[in-house]
């Protein structure tokens, strides 16, 4: 059984719906992530938190906005997506300070935007 | 930069042999970490094993063990004894003094025949 927990499994979407990914992690980590994936495809990291605070965004656009409410908890709201944003959203966390602790991921999001 | 290279999109094996996944690496950094992940059809990304670039053991966890060649920047997966539930996507990633930032291969696709 994971220990990052990801919710929903799948997610249908208009390109003017507004949503949001969650994801929640009970390992102590200090540090989550969100990836995107493409089919076949390796994952491309999209944001860093680290002790709740945004640390990394790789560029990504506004309509994604990512939210850490506490250690536990991360967010990923949507909002105007594209087509070209359907994928696999994966959350991931670890240990901070470090980039040699492993990344424990979930199961993912399967996200579809109509 | 990192970069990661595998150079088998697709390998075949028989149930109960042994298989190794290729992956070479490049980085200028003298600190950094190694990873692989199994990655089935379903899509959750799994933490398989890690090795550290000063670690002189290579690393084993039950079927899977990294091939650790630091002079020639490899780190091969092996896995021994093969199962049908191995057939998945296997990705090597490296982690480095980018906080946070895993560089990922272009993956490797196993399949296990019966």
């Known amino acids: 059984d994971t220990e990052v927990t990801q919710t929903p499994k799948h997610l249908v979407m208009g390109m003017t719906n507004k949503k949001s990914l969650k994801c929640e992690q009970h390992m102590g980590h200090r540090a989550m992530y969100w990836y995107k994936q493409k089919a076949k495809k390796p994952p491309e990291l999209m944001f860093v938190y680290s002790y709740e605070k945004l640390s990394i965004n790789e560029s990504v656009p506004s309509r994604f906005s990512p939210e850490c409410p506490n250690s536990s908890l991360l967010n990923l709201h949507l909002h105007a997506l594209q087509p070209e944003d359907s994928a696999l959203y994966l959350c991931?966390?670890?240990?901070?300070?470090?980039?040699?602790?492993?990344?424990?991921f979930g199961d993912g999001t399967r996200l579809s935007i109509l | 930069a990192q970069k990661i290279t595998q150079t088998q999109p697709g390998m075949f094996v028989q149930e109960k042999e042994a298989v190794t996944l290729d992956c070479t690496y490049d980085?200028?950094?003298?600190?950094?970490?190694l990873f692989w992940y199994k990655q089935p059809s379903s899509g959750e990304m799994i933490f398989l094993i890690y090795q550290g670039s000063y670690d002189e053991q290579n690393a084993t966890e039950g079927r899977y063990s990294l091939n650790f060649q630091k002079a020639r920047k490899s780190a091969n997966l092996v896995i021994s004894a093969s199962q049908l539930g191995d057939s998945a996507m296997y990705f090597c990633?490296?982690?480095?003094?980018?906080?946070?930032?895993?560089?990922f291969g272009q993956g490797t696709i196993l399949t296990v025949h019966p």
């Open positions: 991931a966390s670890s240990q901070a300070g470090t980039d040699y602790q492993p990344q424990h």
């Open positions: 990633a490296m982690g480095g003094t980018s906080y946070g930032k895993l560089t």
């Open positions: 980085t200028s950094d003298q600190s950094y970490g």
